[in-house]
């Protein structure tokens, strides 16, 4: 290996490679981080620009995805993924970045923590990734969402929209139907209180174009307190694109430069990683198999709410809520639920069986008492597959559900319909399953604790390449229906903490 460029080089500023980036630097070694993006945001660019996008992008028809990936700022991430990256779907969206920051541009900020149950086959223990969801927790800043008129007093909550108290209300006081059924407030990485650099939420519910104050957690903001340490570099517009081992790693990028280290740490989301390991990994006809999370959106009506109007609040998750529908300890689904009042009329205007005028009449008569449920299932219910095309021709993600899915999903409907009855919640028509990948919930590809060319150690270690280690969500060996970053996050932390403690040059 020619001279090392650093001790680590990670790939990728998204949560996972900002994750992995602290703790290494906090034990001085010399972090360089390559990332495909660059500087350029949208926290500068006027209202009307982040909402109808510089080219009128939101004019565009209504694709049926999720109205959070309709935004200008989610359609260009996307479209730079989908134009560069060499991966494409089959019956799956691939939903990925090639930005500074990735996906933490444009996620949901929910928030859910993973217990000894849920990581009963993993090779690590729940001590050590509590220790890291702590550590995570305090450095990116979470509040609760509670009934302010309800007299809560902690320091890190926002309210809780009218519509959504009153929900969280009638299920305070009615037994729910399945003893399973969980309703509480949500919690999000969005900052109730002012830090340097973030303002606290302003709750004006502009969050789905991008948050302006950086109340919304976006690992972007953690590039600036790691480029103040001496032992970490930052490059801008570098893809990487080969990775070759020469007594340590050297990685090619897009523009022709390459770079060297003992130890490489890959966090370009699980479908940027599987593009960067295609050349190195035995994938086979069968393909690389993929978690990802059966999403079900249901809108809802709140009739004791309606032409009252919406209260200010973020138009993030406002409640969150899980319901079990199996015996196994993974067979439940989590969910959370969004007042409407501020998401972009067309998404829901579309989905009604009325024509657009009849329907935008409509929808601003009961905006207020509108209510959208969004459903996450295990990634045991996905049937996913990475395929390697010919020499050249990149991947394909062929989307799927498992065997028996249909009569589980119809079954949940059923119980979830007793649960809204009991709320005084009405289900309207227009419940929709997503295509596989719209969740953005992916995991599993390379296992920690697995055995054979796929595996990797519980330290993120590819089994067959000392030195490459991964830390995004391609090493979480199972994926529950809880909201994934967070767990992915205090992965990373805690797998770098142990890398910080190796000697300089191990894997040599
Ligand atoms: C609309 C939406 C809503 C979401 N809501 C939630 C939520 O509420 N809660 C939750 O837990 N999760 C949510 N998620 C998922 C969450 O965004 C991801 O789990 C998280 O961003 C993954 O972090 P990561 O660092 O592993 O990957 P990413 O965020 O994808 O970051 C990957 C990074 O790698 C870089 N990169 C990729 N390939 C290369 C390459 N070849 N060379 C150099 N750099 C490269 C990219 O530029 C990027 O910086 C949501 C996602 C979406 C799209
Ligand atoms: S309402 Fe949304 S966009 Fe506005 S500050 Fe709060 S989180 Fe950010």
């Not at 799956?92 to 500074?100: D, I």
Request: proline share 6%; aromatic share 6%.
């Amino acid at each position: 290996m020619r001279t090392p460029d650093a001790d680590f080089i990670i790939v990728g500023s998204g949560p996972a490679g900002v994750s992995a980036a602290f703790p290494l630097i906090a034990a001085g070694r010399r972090v360089l981080m390559l990332d495909a993006g660059n500087d350029a945001g949208w926290e500068d660019e006027s209202r009307s620009a982040r909402v109808l996008g510089s080219n009128l992008e939101s004019l565009r028809a209504d694709d049926g995805s999720s109205p959070k990936l309709q935004t200008p700022v989610a359609r260009g991430i996307l479209e730079r993924f989908r134009r560069e990256s060499g991966i494409t779907g089959d019956g799956f969206t691939p939903v990925a970045s090639l930005v500074r920051g990735g996906l933490s541009n444009i996620w949901g900020a929910q928030i859910s923590y993973l217990d000894a149950e849920d990581i009963a086959g993993w090779p690590i223990d729940i001590e050590l990734l509590q220790r890291s969801y702590e550590r995570v927790s305090q450095r990116i800043g979470i509040s609760t969402n509670a009934d302010l008129t309800a007299g809560a007093n902690s320091a890190s909550i926002l309210p809780l929209g009218a519509t959504a108290a009153h929900v969280l209300h009638r299920h305070e006081i009615a037994k729910p139907a399945d003893g399973s059924f969980r309703l509480f407030p949500a919690v999000n990485a969005i900052l109730s209180e002012a830090r340097p650099g973030r303002a606290a939420c302003d709750l004006r519910g502009d969050c789905l174009y991008g948050c302006p104050s950086g109340a919304i957690y976006n690992s972007r903001q953690d590039l600036l307190a790691l480029q103040k340490s001496p032992h970490f570099r930052l490059l801008d517009n570098m893809r990487a694109i080969s990775l070759t081992s020469n007594a340590g790693w050297t990685i090619g990028t897009a523009d022709g430069s390459s770079f060297s280290a003992p130890r490489i740490i890959l966090a370009a989301g699980v479908l940027g990683t599987a593009a960067l390991l295609a050349d190195l990994l035995p994938i086979g006809g069968e393909g690389l198999r993929l978690l990802n999370s059966p999403t079900l959106a249901i809108p809802l009506l709140s009739p004791a709410r309606l032409l009252r109007s919406a209260t200010a609040t973020h138009s993030l998750a406002q409640l969150g809520l899980s319901l079990r529908y199996g015996e196994r300890a993974s067979e439940y689904v989590t969910g959370a639920i969004y007042e409407v009042g501020s998401l972009p009329a067309q998404s829901f205007v579309n989905r009604m069986p009325l024509g657009r005028k009849a329907g935008r009449a409509a929808f601003e008569t009961i905006a207020g008492s509108l209510l959208v449920a969004t459903i996450y299932y295990p990634g045991d219910q996905c049937r996913s597959y990475i395929h390697r095309e010919a020499a050249g021709k990149g991947m394909t993600v062929r989307g799927g559900f498992a065997d028996g899915f249909d009569t589980r999903a119809k079954d949940l409907k059923r119980r979830l319909r007793r649960e809204w009855k009991r709320l005084g919640l009405v289900p309207l028509p227009g419940a929709s399953l997503a295509e596989p990948g719209i969740d953005a919930h992916f995991a599993g590809t390379l296992p920690m604790g697995a055995a054979g060319p796929f595996g990797t150690s519980a330290d993120g270690e590819l089994n067959l390449h000392p030195g490459l280690h991964v830390v995004d969500g391609s090493v979480l060996p199972d994926l529950s229906s809880k909201y994934i970053t967070m767990t992915i996050m205090a992965n990373a932390d805690r797998i770098a903490h142990r890398l910080a403690q190796t000697e300089a040059n191990p894997a040599l």
